[in-house]
């Protein structure tokens, strides 16, 4: 029993220094993860607005400006996480994971209330996860 007695041992330094390669390796990251779920996202956002007709122009802008809300939103949560309070970061990003399927739920042609409700078991699922990722292992 005294070894739940004993202080807790906290890392220290966790975030890495600047200039070294884990640093540039966490800003690549940072970068590159947004952009590839922008462009997925995109493509996806367009072919579901474009439906059984041809591409036009409306559907790649449509795409396309879709693709850099959700990208230019998941920067900014990204590089601005640490900056949070650990029992913030979940709820944050199960709300843009939840906003972000119940919109392309809702351009699919789905109902008003089905996009909210896939949008809330997408956001509490990505809650979760996020939560389990950032609470107990910091």
Known sequence: MG????????RRGT?????????????????ALPAALALVYALYAGFLVRGDGPTTW???VFGLVSGLVLGALCHTLVRARHALPREARGPAY????????GFLHSVSG??????????????????????????PHE
């Open 15 to 31: 975030r890495p220094r600047a200039g070294t390669a884990a640093a540039r390796r966490g800003t690549a990251l940072g970068r």
């Open 58 to 60: 409306g559907h790649v």
């Open 110 to 135: 789905g109902t008003l209330l089905g996009s909210a409700v896939l949008g809330l078991i997408v956001g509490a699922a990505v809650f979760c996860a996020a939560f389990h990722v950032f609470y």
């Open 94 to 101: 199960g709300a843009l994971g939840g906003i972000a399927i």
């Open 3 to 10: 070894a739940h007695t004993a202080p807790a041992r906290h």
